[in-house]
Every structure is written in C-alpha cells, then in structure tokens.
C-alpha cells in the first residue's frame, strides 16, 4: 500500500478571489452553471478540482450530497455522457438510451440529489450539445451545479449562470509558482521585471521553472521564448525529468494515455513494469513531480486520483516519440496499457465499458489489433455486456473496428497509420469482418436503429455469399442464423410483416434439435404471424414455450410466455393470457436494473395492462401499463412507450376522459411514425378514426372523409402508399378493435 501524498501540494495558488465569488453564488444557491473559461494553462481545471474537493470535504460540504468531476478531454459527447452517467448512479447501471435519454437521467438524478457536477475540458465537437443540454439544466427545478471549463467562450447565458473569465496571476503568487530553487538564485526585482511578459499564466511560470535557467540571461532568453511562443517545451519537460529520475520514461508514458486524470494504481503500475524500483523509491519519486507541480493530486473518496495538463500530456507523447527506440518503446508501453485496462475491466464484478474502451484504444495504437478482436468477438464479454443493457457504450466501442476498416474515423492520425501500415496478418479475414459487423448490428437493434441494423447484416450476408467457398459451412450457417435473426428483428419493427416471416423462418428451418436461437425465433415468428394467421400463430407460441421449458432458459421462456400471451389476447382467451403473463412476471420479477430480463418486464406488464384493458379492470390495467411504460422509458425503449400510449389512449376513451384519450392517441401516432413502427401506428390510426366516426370501417380511403381527423390525415395518408397497411388494418378489423370494443 502506497502512502497518499500531502494534498496541499496541489493547492490552487492566487485564486482567492475567484473562489471567494463562486463560494458565494454557490451558497446563494442562485446559481446552476459556472463557466471557467481562460486560455490554455490558465487554471481553469486547477480551480474546478478545488470546487470539488471544497464541495466533498470542505466549506461546501454542507452545500451538495455528491461531487462528480468527468474529463471531456478527447470523448464523444455521448460517451463522456454515460462515463458520468456511470459514476452518479453506479457502474451496475445499465445504460440502454440514445443521447436525450441519457441527459434524461442525468437531469432526473440531479433532480434528486443536491450534486457538483463537472464537466472539464469541453472541446469544440461537443458545444453544440452542451448548449442544448444546459438550456434543459437551467429550465429544471433542482439544486444541483454544473462547472464547465472551456478553452473557447461558450454561448451559455441567463440570470442562473455565472461566468467566469480567468485571467493570468498577480501579486506574489507568480513567484510561488516558480519554486523556492529559482527565488533563492535570482532576487525578487529581478524575477518580477523579467516574468512581466508572461502575463502570469501559471503553466508558462512552471515551464521557467521547470527549464530552470542559471543565469540572469538565460532567465531572460526563456521568457522571450515562452512570451513568442518559440521555447522547446518538450526540452523543458526533459530537464526537469532528468533532475527527477534516471529513468523517465514510466511517466511519460502518460503521454500515451488518453485521459488526463487516472487513479494512483496506472502510475505505480508503469513504475513497477518499467523498471523504476522499489516501492520507497516509487514515493520518492511521485512525491518529486508532485512537489514540481508535473503531478496534481485530487481528492476523491476511493484512491488517490492525479491529473496532468493538457499541453504537458501532449508534450510527455512527443518527449517519449523522440527517446532512442521510441516507436518500439511506444509499442510496448501501449501493450502495456491495454494489459492494465484488461485487468481492471476484469477485476470488477460490474466493470465499466470505458475501461474495456481503454483496452481496444491500447491494442489499436500499438498495432495489436487481432488481439483485441480475439478479445471480444471469441469469448463471451460481448454477450455479457449486451444482456446487462450497456448498450450505447458498446456501439461506439464496436464501431472503433468498422472505422478501422473504411480507414476514415479514427481521430488519432499516428494510430491510423500504424494501424494501415501493419503486417497483413493484422488484418481482418472476410470472416472476422462479418462477425463485427453482426455484433454491431446487434448493438443498433436494441438501439431501436433497426434501417442501420438492416444495412449491417446485408454487408454481412453479401461477405459470406462471396467468400463462402473460405468458411467452413457450420461457421457460415451459425453466423447466417444470427444475420437472419437481426433481420426478423428489424422487419418486425418496421412493418416488413413478409420478410419479418421469412427470416425467422430461415432460422427455424436450420435448426438442429433445441437450440436457443432456433426457439427465439420460432415465438417471434408467431408474433409477427398473428397479424396473417392468428391460429398458426397461437400453435407456433405454445410450441415455443413449451422447448423453452425443456430447454430449461427462463428467460427465453419469458419471451415466450408472452408472446404466447399476446396472441391469447387477441383470439380473445383473456384467462389463458393472464396465466401467461403472471408466469412470465414471475420469471423476470427481482432481475437485476438494465438487464435484458428488467427490458421484458416492461413489455410483460404493458401486455398484462392489456388484458386487464380488455376485461374492462380500468384500476389494475392502468397500474400496469404504467409501471410497464416507466420500465420501458428507464431502458430507452421509446418504442414499447409509444406503444403504451396507444392502450392508454383507449383506457381513457373507455372511461371517458377523451382529451387524455386523445393526447395519448396522437403521441402514439407521431412517436411510432417517427420510428417506423407500423405494428403500432395503424392501430392507433384506425382507433382514432373510429373514435371519431363510428361508421368508419377502416379503410385507407376512408380516411380523408373522416370527420376531426385533420391531425393525422397527412401521417394517414402517407402510410396509405404502403403494401403493409392492409395486413395491420385486416387484423385491426378481426381482432383489435372486437377486443375492445364489441
């Protein structure tokens, strides 16, 4: 165990004042956004971690429940979203949700709970999210404060945020800075007439410092170069190392990492693999960088956590490209890295995805790319994190391997030519390349982005048809039936009801005995049935849940129950579909929040809701569509939502509340024209019309003369153009309505 360094070393120096003013806005509780905007090295981090540590530990403690500081430095808005996201609600926290609904529960949480909230390093790419997202933070009722810290202004204004534009020290406080070895070497008149030009910048005073000149001339020479921007920074970097260590490279290799702040477990785990020494000799030497300010220390509740600059994080890369050996010595401290990554995403009973994110970005940059592809796609991780819900993360994640291979996305220009320059047996195989592009498909279908999902696993086929003469045929078979089963997935969910049938029929017609997916898509294949032929339907259902039993998967068997249950509604046998769904509950009752059992939850009791709907049980059917619906709205799920709605819509009509009725109705109808969702839309189109003249039959044609129904006429008419319409407003005829209604 390593002794935990002295904080004071990494104090704020000069800044009184400016905290002084944010204490007071802070405890005002006026204020919900403080903009810290400077140019670089200004101070601006250094004075958002001791808000921090002020709100955690100090005068603000009393003020916030929760501090929570997230490094927007090189993320997507999204991902440095749900990192955030993951540290306010825990790492067990699924993350099923496209980037509203993750500013959803980000503002709900905050909502709940009094919370610091930083968001550090705001880059160019990500304003025009963050303005979108601080106009909802500022509308929102709470007691929370978001810090941001900018190189550029941000245009974020209003009563509620307080902007702070930081300029460079004054006073004695620029002298600080510069250490006690260059005060006792030069006399305070001659630093302050010489370090004038540096307009009292903090990171240019310890860039003096740390090239630490002999002499007067050399003092000067080194502000002259600082104040035109000329000095070698990398030497000064170099120098101050070298009075450090003999050996430096373990810290510059933090160069190669691409987070600025890190837990004490990287730094102690690049000195012991690189050769620093023993553990006396490791507290030496990190309190060293600590004392010289290269190191800052920041407070948290669990380990000791450091941060380094942006510029000097830049400048230890190009210090460590330059060294004798340095692409090899690169090479190997990426390796390096993606081993400590592995091993923390392993030793973590729920570990994050940014973590296993770490890990892929080491191995692409070292140019070890079979090795993260073995990691992921031959073993069972990505299978793991699919059915725990962390989904959103695992597409950006995913797609890091597609943008390999088109050879455009990868920011990093240095990586991208390693990566292109690699030995050809660091490529993908045609097989290898199918695989990536079904895991993502996977990723879009519980995304709901099922025309990107159609995109993917059509590459896919068209891989495996070429190149099939390559592929041994129980590989090809197995990756065709995971292509067919994403098919059937995104038809389903955008009215394709015909090849919905055929894909999920191709996977049942290449089934050998009980197998998992053959059985999934044999209930699937009733579901989308039931809108054709609602007796194949139910014989398919009760065939599925019946393997599912012997196959002894309960959640395969939930899937199933109320597949089985549904098509029960709608014949109607309303006491077979409450068997149905009780059991089902039963099943995913108590599973773990954000997994793919807690997902079916929501369409089981928005299903249950169904039939209580149908027996006129208003009380139970609401209780249940609305606790379905908020499941559904916590997993992102706008679809199985939207779908609520519609019953809801009929709920209200029933009991004859026909504004609430109609609302419900018409945010049904948008939100699934929206998605594409014609399952839903149709019935909600043709219940609207009927509501509005009861002489309707539900023909397309009818539409237009449909007295009241100006608000969906366009939407109506739009879908009218499609084969798929006939199929829905046939089963809306025979059994929707009749459920209902009649």
């Not at 245009?155 to 509620?160: A, D, E, F, K, T």
């Not at 045609?430 to 995109?455: M, P, R, W, Y």
Request: glycine residues 6%; contains cysteine.
């Amino acid at each position: 165990m390593f002794v935990i360094p002295d904080f004071s070393t990494g104090q704020v120096v000069g800044r009184t004042d400016e905290l002084n003013i944010i204490y007071r806005q802070l405890i005002g509780k006026k204020i919900k956004i403080i903009l810290l905007e400077g140019e670089a090295g200004i101070g601006k981090t250094a004075i958002a971690n001791r808000l921090t540590e002020m709100a955690s530990v100090g005068a603000l403690a009393e003020r916030f429940d929760s501090t929570i500081f997230q490094s927007m430095y090189q993320e997507s808005w999204e991902t440095g979203l749900s990192q955030l996201i993951e540290k306010i609600l825990g790492k067990g926290t699924s993350l099923k949700a496209d980037r509203d609904m993750l500013e959803s529960q980000l503002l709900n949480r905050c909502q709940e709970k009094k919370i610091l909230v930083t968001l550090d390093n705001i880059e160019i790419n990500q304003q025009q999210n963050l303005m979108g997202f601080a106009k909802k933070w500022t509308e929102m009722q709470h007691s929370s404060v978001l810090v941001i810290t900018s190189l550029t202004p941000l245009v974020i204004s209003g009563s509620l945020v307080q902007r702070v534009k930081l300029s460079g020290l004054n006073g004695p406080y620029p002298l600080e800075l510069l250490g006690s070895v260059i005060r006792q070497r030069f006399n305070n008149e001659e630093l302050l007439d010489n370090i004038t030009k540096l307009r009292g910048i903090p990171l240019n005073l310890l860039y003096l410092r740390w090239q630490d000149p002999k002499t007067l001339s050399a003092l000067k020479r080194t502000v002259e170069d600082l104040a035109e921007g000329t000095l070698n920074k990398i030497d000064s970097l170099e120098n101050i190392l070298s009075r450090i260590t003999q050996s430096p490279t373990h810290f510059m290799a933090l160069g190669i990492i691409r987070q600025l702040q890190f837990d004490e477990s990287l730094l102690a785990y690049f000195w012991d693999k690189m050769g620093g020494g023993n553990s006396e000799a490791y507290i030496l030497h990190r309190d060293k960088l600590i004392s010289n300010r290269l190191l800052i220390p920041i407070p948290t509740h669990q380990q000791t956590t450091y941060r380094i600059s942006a510029e000097v994080h830049k400048n230890l890369n190009q210090a460590l490209t330059r060294r004798i050996g340095g692409e090899k010595r690169i090479a190997i401290i990426h390796y390096l890295a993606s081993e400590y990554y592995r091993k923390q995403f392993e030793s973590n009973d729920l570990p994050a995805i940014d973590t296993l994110n770490a890990f892929v970005y080491h191995c692409f940059a070292g140019g070890d790319l079979l090795r993260a592809y073995k990691y992921l796609f031959e073993s069972e991780i990505l299978s793991q994190l699919q059915q725990s819900g962390r989904i959103i993360q695992l597409q950006a994640l995913l797609e890091t391997f597609l943008e390999f291979e088109s050879g455009t996305a990868l920011k990093v220009q240095e990586v991208l030519e390693t990566l292109l320059g690699s030995d050809v047996e660091n490529r993908f195989t045609n097989l290898q390349h199918a695989k990536i592009l079904v895991e993502i498909a996977h990723t879009c279908s519980d995304l709901g982005q099922f025309n990107k999902c159609l995109e993917l696993v059509n590459r896919a086929e068209e891989i495996l048809s070429i190149n099939s003469g390559t592929i041994d045929e129980p590989t090809r078979i197995s990756l065709l039936r995971r292509i067919w089963y994403y098919s059937g997935v995104s038809f389903s969910n955008t009215g394709c009801s015909d090849q919905c049938i055929k894909s999920y029929f191709k996977i049942v017609s290449t089934s050998e005995g009980l197998d998992q997916l053959g059985c999934l898509s044999l209930g699937y294949l009733s579901h989308d049935l039931r809108y054709r032929d609602i007796q194949n339907s139910l014989r398919y259902a009760s065939m599925a849940t019946e393997i599912s039993r012997k196959i002894q998967d309960t959640r395969l068997l939930a899937k199933n129950l109320c597949n089985l249950g549904e098509t029960y509604t709608f014949i109607p046998l309303l006491d077979e579909a409450n068997l149905c769904f009780e059991e089902a509950y039963r099943c995913c009752y108590n599973m773990p929040a954000g997994s793919t059992e807690q997902r079916e939850l929501g369409r089981i009791l928005k299903n249950w809701g169904v039939v209580a709907l149908a027996q006129k049980d208003w009380i139970t059917a609401k209780e249940r569509l609305a606790e379905g619906a908020k499941i559904s709205l916590a997993m992102g799920d706008q679809r199985r939502v939207a779908s609520g709605m519609l019953y809801l819509g009929i709920l209200y009509h029933q009991t004859r509340d026909i504004k609430e009725a109609e609302e419900n109705l018409i945010s049904c109808i948008r939100t699934t024209y929206a998605c594409g969702d014609y399952r839903y839309l149709i019935p909600a189109i043709l219940t609207y019309a009927k509501w509005k003249d009861p002489n309707y039959s539900g023909k397309v044609e009818e539409l237009n003369n449909c007295n009241g129904c100006e608000q969906i006429s366009e939407i109506a008419l739009d879908i009218s153009r499609e084969e798929k319409f006939d199929v829905y407003a046939d089963f809306w005829r025979k059994h929707f309505w009749p459920v209902f209604y009649e």
